[in-house]
């Protein structure tokens, strides 16, 4: 039977009577490797966190060539492409499938990026930490949207959203039972199986840990993912004969083995044949194996498409193949989606653009250099040109916003988080400058985080410079860029403890002392504000910033200080359009001043090892680990000191030894 399918497979791929016939004649003789798929291989093309790159957009290669890259028209081909090798390819997404270009701004009312997912093929997907950045009625309004819209429903699968929890808690019961019960509708499950081929996949989807922490305003709680997938796969081998069991999983992988979530799981459930690792971003030339665990990631933005091959090994499949497939204009539009896409271009400037005076392909200003890419942007700690260009918009917008009103922006902060695309040289159209500043919506339900104008202490300034510094080594998303400061730092100091010298710097570039007990006015997003219990939480204690009202009382809804512009909430993404409108225009357009393709000063590293530069202004923490240090070898020489004074009082006490006796 294995060989007849085989054998039609091929027959139909190559459609050649002559062929048909030869190895026809063959098979009864023989068995002979075929090119094509054959039962016993299983083909599974994956993706994750697409973050609505409906759209392709520009990039400069290395060979410094200009193309395009990216978009659900050239995926398509590129998933088509696999499949005419692959029929029986199993398509399969790990989540944020939305947020990151204007697309999203149409994610309730239209759910772009799930109904082209299912006019694509994708066979199931799972939630992200982004499909909630509309917050619980946002996403409930977004499955209604594709219920009602009659296309193809791509199946949801999340097992460990904790319903019980949840719906227990009095502040998020309402919401949340609206979503559950549109979930429901919608078909939603814990798991599922597919078969392709005659191999029937289990399939399973969870939130990680850091993407739960990542969502604050998810309105649900969720099980350890851990404890969540032991039960599933247990619930899948009693209940399925499935083959393989795969998990769509929007955890991740990180550097240190001890914090990577998916290759825990992989080691806590070695049941899983293969984990879609998604929300880090990640992109694995080749997959991580653990066990008889595969994990493979094919990065972001759908810059790649992701393909593993399996072949039976015993009673379980190993990895045979593994590809990332380059998603360019070297490939050709699929027209079906490429149309889809533009229908839904005219709904983003009709529903969003049109409010603000903007368009999408709106030309805003020109760059005769191009800023870090997105890829690599704030990867290595340092001043990033980009990362000044967006802080000095924020104050500047603030600024033409409040007018005769304005009162003094000291620093303004953006967070790498949330710091989602670049620019090239060329053309900076509007919707570039949304991707810059894409997440989340505002109490508005206008789609954009709005800028918050909170007060911090000198001292706090200086402790958010050691987070920068210091927190992000562990957390990158921690990385800040800032306008109106600069600091020194040393990265061969005692963590905690590594920034020097933290002053004001004019635009000038001239700087002036910082009054650790004063409060200064600073402006960030909503998000950056909201995630700042993080830093506390990541250093254990030993740093802490509260964001205070102008009369120094801490913030508890930051919701009641966002930044206004004409009875409009100002978004990041439009304070960075208007900026770069401020330019001075070359040949019509404004163009982006050259300074900004150079260092300010703004992140000054000092790499030296000399004693004086490692104690040099040590802080209250640098003080704090140095005692504890003397107070665990103060205990320990005490130990030593008891240890030493028994030992010696047992060989006083004990009896001569008896000279020993020759058995020879």
């Not at 410094?64 to 890259?69: A, D, E, N």
Request: proline residues 4%; contains cysteine; glycine residues 8%.
């Amino acid at each position: 039977m294995k060989n007849a399918r085989s054998f039609a497979a091929l027959v139909h791929a190559r459609k050649c009577v002559v062929s048909t016939v030869i190895i026809l004649l063959m098979a009864a003789f023989v068995t002979v490797p075929l090119p094509a798929q054959s039962e016993a291989e299983v083909s599974i093309i994956f993706m994750h966190d697409m973050h609505s790159h409906l759209d392709a957009e520009r990039f400069i290669d290395a060979n410094g060539k200009v193309g395009m890259r990216g978009g659900f028209a050239y995926m398509k081909t590129a998933i088509d492409n696999i499949k005419k090798r692959y029929p029986n390819s199993f398509l399969l997404d790990a989540g944020d499938f939305a947020m990151g270009t204007p697309y999203q701004t149409i994610f309730s009312a239209e759910a772009a990026e799930l109904r082209l997912m299912g006019q694509i093929g994708f066979e199931a997907t799972t939630l992200g930490n982004h499909e909630f950045d509309y917050r619980t009625q946002g996403l409930t309004e977004m499955f209604n949207t594709v219920i009602k819209s009659g296309d193809r429903l791509t199946p949801m699968l999340c097992a460990n959203i904790d319903w019980d929890r949840t719906l227990a808690d009095p502040k998020r019961v309402e919401k949340a039972t609206a979503l559950k019960e549109t979930m429901e509708r919608y078909g939603a499950k814990d798991y599922m199986i597919i078969e392709k081929g005659g191999v029937k996949a289990a399939l399973f989807g969870i939130l990680g840990i850091q993407a739960d922490s990542y969502a604050p305003l998810s309105g649900l709680y969720f099980i350890n993912p851990i404890k969540a997938s032991k039960a599933v796969v247990a619930k899948i081998k009693k209940e399925t004969d499935a083959d393989m069991i795969i998990c769509l999983s929007h955890s991740g992988t990180f550097d240190n083995p001890a914090e990577s979530e998916d290759e825990l799981l992989a080691k806590a459930v070695p049941e899983i044949d293969f984990i879609i690792s998604g929300h880090t971003h990640t992109r694995l030339a080749n997959p991580i194996i653990i066990g008889k665990t595969a994990i493979g990631s094919c990065g972001s933005y759908t810059y790649d498409v992701g393909h593993i091959k399996f072949v039976r090994d015993g009673s379980r499949y190993k990895v045979s193949g593994y590809e990332l497939f380059p998603v360019t204009d070297a490939l050709a539009k699929d027209p079906a989606v490429d149309a889809a896409v533009l229908k839904y271009r005219d709904l983003v400037n009709k529903l969003y653009f049109s409010h603000f005076g903007y368009r999408y392909d709106q030309r805003l200003a020109s760059s005769s250099f191009s800023f870090e890419g997105v890829d690599t942007f704030g990867l290595v700690q340092g001043e990033e040109p980009l990362g000044n260009l967006i802080t000095d918009a924020y104050i500047a917008a603030v600024k033409k916003a409040e007018g005769d009103n304005y009162r003094k922006v000291d620093v303004s902060v953006a967070p790498f988080g949330a710091i989602r695309g670049s620019f090239t040289e060329g053309v900076i159209t509007v919707a570039d400058a949304f991707n810059l500043s894409s997440l989340g919506i505002g109490p508005d339900r206008v789609p954009g985080y709005p800028l918050v104008s909170v007060y911090l202490t000198g001292k706090e300034l200086k402790t958010a410079a050691e987070v920068d510094i210091s927190v992000s080594t562990l957390m990158i998303e921690a990385r800040l860029y800032m306008s109106g400061i600069t600091y020194t730092y040393n990265p061969n100091r005692l963590l905690l403890n590594r920034v020097t010298d933290v002053r004001f710097m004019d635009p000038d570039g001239t700087t002036s002392e910082i009054d650790d007990n004063k409060l200064y006015r600073v402006i960030a997003g909503l998000y950056s504000c909201q995630m700042l219990g993080a830093v506390e939480a990541h250093s254990s204690g030993l740093l802490a910033i509260t964001p205070k009202d102008e009369n120094g009382n801490p913030i508890a809804d930051f919701e009641q200080h966002l930044v206004y512009d004409g009875g409009v909430e100002l978004k990041e993404w439009v304070a960075v359009a208007k900026y770069l409108e401020s330019f001075p225009k070359v040949d019509g357009l404004p163009q982006i001043p050259e300074s900004y393709s150079q260092l300010q000063g703004r992140k000054v590293e000092d790499n030296s090892k000399s004693l004086g530069a490692l104690l040099k202004k040590p802080n209250k923490i640098f003080f704090m680990l140095v005692g504890g240090i003397l107070l665990i070898l103060i205990i320990l020489a005490a130990i030593v000191y008891v240890v030493i004074r028994i030992i010696r009082k047992r060989g006083k006490a004990a009896p001569a030894a008896k000279p020993a006796v020759s058995r020879k």
